[in-house]
């Protein structure tokens, strides 16, 4: 269990929905879920998930904290919405699906090598640097996150489909040497670095 | 018409060279006929785009839209932000409603903000492409600048998820929008009926981390267009494109298809119907190529 | 009453004179129908074709009409001749709009009109004007029974109107449930969060009201007489019996609550387990402060059990929901959380159901903390402090377990209804049968049940009508409901009661005839005392005298004619609806001879629904045979074996029925009409038999009124099904 974790089963004891609501992004919606279902059958993954929105929210109430948190559920969001629109109770679905990860993700102990994590943190990392997306590296990084073997097998599976972007002028092989990128990239840095501090302290993840 | 000028905020994919290059090519080529000047906010920065969300929390992403706002309000005042990618303006749009929304955030974000001199005003609206085209033009005005017609191609309108879901072009509805159709007719093509994949989530990002899942999602989006008889399909998401674009061949390869559909942009067929040669069109940067538009830009 | 003198008007309009031959029907209706006075107009129901009916009435003393034109439903306001008796030919919905079009078809769609102008001009000849009940009586006052919400509520409505008031109370105090509840759910704005009862001030407003006297600790003893002259015995506990007349009752005698005790898996007679009523009062005692359990101790978690005895499929309990006990659970529910927040109240529920504007409730209570658990609850136990509530998560799908100081179970609403008078063993969940109304009918003391012991009328159409002329229910005694429910209940049975009162003293007939002023007149002298038409009104309208000769207590009636067509000597009629107007019409159609390959099919249609069918389908242009001749009755119920035996012995290849469903989910306008012809129609089949005659030419249908494809579809399949049994042997005998 990291710190941060063990600070926060400590600070709500049993009070799991409590903790959702005042540290997960929405989590002050998951009370107002009327249990229908349609969240479950709307989402384009729902065969692959062992937990439905409904059924996270209804574990949220019943304190499953452990099971919650450490699931690979949320982690299939592909940010479609179709929950969001289609919930009669008009609940931010996709964003609490977002925040039970990125907070389960926080705490460390959302599921290992779970790819979508994976990918994210990549992601993220990757426009973080430059204030934009660098897709070659992006791509790059991707390939190679279990290591250099499996990378390059994967990149030659891909090769076609990677010659034929540079080929379409939609992949550029020069990226690799630095790529677009903000010219206050001071500035980008400096918001960002204050924006998780705010946010921390207000979550209590100090 | 009087000329009409926006902020343009292009996003990561639509760079030189980079995945949705084409997209921006032809939304400038569309924008040249339609007397509206783009102008890019300067330094403008990623969106975070959806995925953003495990290593980014909530208040960086929605501070580093800010940004984007309080560039565009300081340096193009008066000017709505208009985005041409489908994540970009949701996240943009998305940012502004939960500032909109509350003033704790919104402090906040102008707490981060100032660490680089930068002040967010809300002042400044967030739009698509899309409702530009719809909302300050309208179908018939889209009409007049055509010297040629589509007739005789027959598109899928594939909205995707995220110009449609959670806010969607106005007065269209989240279960079966109509605007590429309406658009497609306008230009004289032919849209097909009952296009029962026109929303269906291609996998969005998770095309990378879920790669088999995202394929049987692209192989319903691809089987469909053909199943309605289409020869090609129009989306105005550059994900969707190249996610149902790309993966095409990975699926003929391991699934036995014989996938061969073109995924074009709406601003493709209009720079096409506006008399635009290929390159104008940025068909040149088809993976799977649209002969019969190409056909049409040589006559 | 002065000479009889008759006249038919045709009409040619609405292409009545393009289809059909007017000159000579003209013709028939004198020669053949015996008309007096015959005109054609082109535009009957225009300002002068009405105006020529008028002056014939007004200067050539008409005292009979025939209108030959449009449907009976149809222009009602330009045929008012409210001086004269009168018949109506259906040529337009029954005959050109039906009829298949072309020359092929002329003749028979002719011989149609023909038939229904001759049907016209029979009928009329043995109709005379109704004159309204003789037997009316004007007591205007009413009655309440009960003095709930629903009672109260009944009392005041019909006070402020301008009526009298008496209120009968079995308790010593007004106010019923409500003034047993802590806070009542949200009847107006805001609603989110419980609100007063108001029950005191209602009950004040009432006792203090000028038009309204109040009987507490009081029962009725006896019930007699009927709409505008009932009286009633008010036994007070002491035993001191006092009478009253009144034209009217509203029963609102409520409910009693599903005995929890009736649940020990639920935790039924535990500590600690007690029902929503129950905690009413640990709520009221606690006064806003943090509620404590009986033992003293504060209720720091609390499980509230939905549906508990309720919609149960075993047959043990209550097998219907109650409706309001959802609604009821969130309120207790915020009782705690509004005291303190920190208390942990869960709502086990199988289906959460709040009606109204509930959803907005639900909501609230969602915002403030409580907690919704999808699940069933196995078993209720002791546990060290409280209680252990094991249950079946519904969506998590396992078997699992709460800890809890207390136990609330949602347990239903059994209807005060009093004596089951068609199955007086019935029990569902109450203790004794006690009458509350006490009626001295001769059909039974208490209103008849449909089921649950609900008291039996159309929830839908007739929502406070019961079986009892001039006796109305209001609130749960009804069907299950919530206290808002039950308040625009009681308005709506004070508007009933009203009615009844007026109707009663003018002599007219009640729902669904209102305003009727035929009545039911019998013949004593014929009667064989046989008692169907006692047995069988489904109204109890009919008592019988020492020697067991009916009572007809025509403000009871409804004028169905159900004792008419149970009378084996057929001696009960009404002035212008007898076996006599309706037979008359059967023997008038002219019966074509056997080998004319143009069958003839009797059509008894009710006017409630199957009538207004055949007239849609006409509106519709849906083409049926032009073989049909179809009566309008004022209920199947009414049908008299002997216009069946009649239409046969004269050459009817068939015989249709058609009237409204019947059973449990009835439609039937007279509520038991339908379920007798039904059942008088079973033994029919003997009858037919006898007369050498297949089985299928009588048919019964159950024909709603939005039927109107249906119902051609079927005449054309009936049709079909007669010309391939082939005719009837009986022609040329009638």
């Known amino acids: ?104 993700h926080r705490l460390g102990i959302a599921p290992k090598g779970q790819p979508t994590r994976e990918f994210a943190k990549i992601f993220w990392d990757n426009l973080a640097k430059k204030g934009r997306v660098n897709e070659l590296k992006l791509t790059l990084s991707l390939y190679f996150k279990d290591g250099l073997v499996s990378g390059i097998k994967t990149a030659m599976g891909m090769q076609s489909i990677g010659l034929g972007m540079v080929k379409a002028k939609r992949l550029n092989p020069m990226e690799i040497f630095g790529g677009h990128g903000l010219k206050d990239l001071k500035g980008f840095h400096a918001i960002l670095a204050k924006a998780r501090e705010i946010e921390d302290k207000r979550k209590g993840l100090t | 018409m009087a000329k009409k000028e926006y902020a343009f905020y292009p996003g990561c994919s639509s760079q030189l060279k980079a995945s949705a290059s084409n997209y921006l090519t032809s939304v400038s080529s569309m924008c040249k006929t339609l007397d509206v000047k783009l102008t890019e906010i300067p330094d403008w920065n990623c969106c975070g785009a959806s995925i953003g969300y495990a290593e980014g929390g909530e208040l960086p992403r929605i501070a580093i839209n800010a940004r984007n706002f ?80 589509l007739e005789g191609v027959k598109f899928a309108g594939y909205v995707g998820c995220q110009t449609n879901r959670p806010f969607g072009i106005d007065g269209e509805s989240f279960e079966n929008p109509k605007y590429l159709d309406k658009l497609v007719e306008t230009l004289g093509g032919e849209p097909v009926e009952h296009y029962d994949q026109k929303v269906t989530c291609c996998g969005g990002a998770l095309a990378f981390s879920e790669p088999e899942k995202s394929q049987k999602q692209i192989r319903d989006i691809v089987e469909s267009a ?42 493709q067929l209009m720079t096409v119907a506006y008399g635009g040669s290929m390159k104008d069109a940025g068909l040149d940067g088809q993976l799977i190529r649209a002969e019969k538009l190409e056909v049409i830009t040589k006559k | 009453m002065a000479e009889m003198k008759t006249a038919a008007y045709i009409c040619a309009g609405c292409g009545l004179g393009d289809k059909l031959d007017i000159a000579q029907m003209e013709k028939i209706a004198q020669k053949e129908g015996k008309m007096q006075l015959v005109r054609r107009h082109d535009f009957l129901c225009s300002t002068e074709g009405v105006e020529l009916i008028r002056k014939d009435i007004a200067t050539e003393g008409v005292s009979h009409v025939v209108i030959a034109a449009c449907s009976r439903r149809a222009k009602t306001e330009a045929f008012d001749f409210p001086t004269v008796a009168m018949s109506r030919a259906n040529l337009r919905e029954g005959v050109i709009w039906v009829v298949a079009e072309g020359e092929a078809h002329d003749e028979v769609r002719q011989e149609m009109a023909n038939d229904y102008l001759r049907m016209g001009c029979a009928e009329l000849k043995k109709m005379k004007l109704p004159e309204g009940n003789p037997n009316k009586a004007g007591n205007k006052r009413i009655l309440v029974v009960g003095g709930g919400m629903a009672g109260m509520t009944a009392a005041l409505e019909s006070a402020e109107t301008g009526y009298e008031v008496v209120l009968v109370e079995k308790a010593g105090q007004l106010g019923g449930w409500a003034a047993r509840l802590w806070r009542r759910v949200p009847f ?48 007070q506990e002491s035993g001191a019996v006092s009478e009253e007349e009144v034209g009217a009752i509203i029963q609102a005698s409520g409910f009693s609550s599903y005995d929890p005790a009736r649940l020990p898996e639920l935790g039924g007679g535990l500590a600690n387990v007690i029902d929503q009523a129950g905690l009413e009062d640990l709520a009221s005692s606690a006064n806003g402060a943090p509620i404590k359990r009986s033992d003293g101790r504060e209720v720091k978690s609390v499980v509230f059990v939905q549906c508990a005895g309720q919609r149960d499929d075993t047959g043990t309990h209550l097998s219907y929901c109650s409706g309001h006990c959802c609604a009821t659970s969130i309120k207790q529910a915020m009782y705690f959380k509004d005291a303190n927040p920190d208390v942990d109240t869960v709502i086990m529920y199988t289906d959460l159901r709040v009606p109204g504007m509930g959803e907005d409730f639900y909501r609230s209570a969602q915002e403030k903390g409580v907690i919704f658990t999808k699940g069933k609850v196995a078993k209720v136990e002791s546990a060290t402090d409280g209680l252990k509530v094991n249950f079946r998560d519904l969506i998590l799908d396992e078997d699992v377990a709460i800890e809890t100081d207390l136990v609330v179970l949602a347990t239903g609403q059994v209807p005060n209804s009093g004596v089951n008078i068609d199955l007086p063993d019935e029990d569902e969940g109450k203790a004794k049968q006690v009458s509350i109304l006490n009626l001295n009918y001769r059909q039974g003391k208490d209103l008849p049940q449909l089921v649950h012991g609900l008291a039996d009328s159309h929830f839908i ?127 008038a159609v002219d019966i074509p001879d056997e080998f004319s390959e143009r069958p003839r099919i009797l059509i008894l249609a009710c006017e409630n629904d199957a009538y207004p069918a055949l007239d849609m389908a006409g509106l519709a242009h849906h083409v049926y045979s032009a073989f049909v001749r179809a009566i309008p009755v004022r209920c199947l119920g009414s049908v008299n074996a002997i216009w069946i035996t009649d239409a046969l012995n004269s050459g009817y290849d068939g015989v249709m029925m058609m009237g409204c469903k019947h059973g449990d989910n009835y439609q039937c306008h007279f509520v038991k009409g339908s379920e007798l012809a039904n059942y008088r129609m079973s033994k029919i089949d003997d009858t037919l038999k006898q007369l050498g005659l297949e089985v299928e030419r009588v048919a019964s249908y159950e024909v709603a009124i939005t039927d109107n494809a249906r119902v051609a579809a079927l005449i054309n399949d009936y049709v079909a099904k007669i010309v391939e049994i082939g005719m009837s042997p009986m022609k040329g005998f009638g």
């Not at chain 2, 289409?230 to 014989?258: D, F, H, R, W």
Request: hydrophobic share 35%.
């Open chain 1, 1 to 104: 269990m990291s710190d941060h974790n063990s600070q926060a089963v400590a600070r709500y004891r049993n009070n799991f929905l409590k903790e959702v609501e005042e540290r997960v992004e929405e989590g002050e919606w998951v009370k107002m879920c009327m249990q229908c279902g349609v969240c479950a059958g709307s989402c384009p993954f729902g065969a692959h998930w062992q937990h439905s929105p409904q059924k996270l929210f209804m574990m949220i109430r019943a304190g499953k904290r452990e099971e919650v948190l450490t699931s690979d559920s949320m982690w299939m969001c592909t940010s479609c919405y179709n929950c969001v629109v289609r919930c009669p109770r008009q609940l931010p679905i996709t964003h609490i699906m977002h925040g039970l990860a990125s907070y389960a």
């Open chain 2, 70 to 149: 309080a560039l565009a309000e300081t340096h193009l005042p008066g000017q709505d932000i208009v985005a041409t990618c489908a994540a970009c303006w949701l996240g943009a749009r998305e940012s502004k409603d939960r500032l909109d929304a509350s003033s704790t955030l919104m402090k906040e974000t102008n707490e981060a903000l100032a660490a680089a001199g930068l002040h967010y005003k809300a002042e400044v609206k967030i739009r698509h492409m899309v409702e530009v085209l719809i909302e300050d033009f309208g179908y018939d005005e889209l009409k007049k600048p055509m010297k040629k017609s």
């Open chain 2, 226 to 267: 053909y199943d309605h008889g289409a020869e090609m399909i129009v989306t105005p998401c550059p994900l969707c494109q190249a996610n149902v674009e790309v993966y095409q061949s990975e699926i003929n390869k391991k699934q036995g298809t014989q996938f061969n559909m073109p995924v074009l942009y709406y601003s």
């Open chain 3, 188 to 235: 107006k704005q805001p609603y989110d969060k419980p609100q007063e009862t108001g029950a005191a001030q209602l009950a004040a407003k009432v006792s203090g009201h000028p038009k309204i006297r109040v009987h507490l600790n009081s029962t009725l003893a006896e019930t007699s007489g009927a709409p505008g002259r009932f009286k009633v015995q008010i036994a």
């Open chain 3, 461 to 587: 159409c007739f929502p406070y009508e019961t079986r009892r002329t001039g006796i109305y229910a209001a609130g749960p005694v009804r069907r299950p409901m919530d206290m808002l429910q039950a308040t625009e209940d009681a308005a709506g049975a004070a508007l009933k009661a009203i009615q009844a009162v007026e109707n009663a003293d003018a002599g007219r007939a009640a729902h669904p005839r209102v305003g009727d002023l035929s009545y039911p007149i019998v013949r004593l002298e014929g009667c064989t005392q046989c008692k169907r038409c006692t047995v069988e009104c489904p109204f109890g309208a009919i008592d019988e005298d020492e020697r067991r000769f009916p009572v007809f207590n025509e403000s009871r009636c409804r004028r169905c004619g159900t004792c008419m067509g149970a009378c084996p000597v057929r001696v009960i009629s009404f002035e212008n609806y007898s076996v006599d107007t309706v037979g008359n019409q059967i023997k």
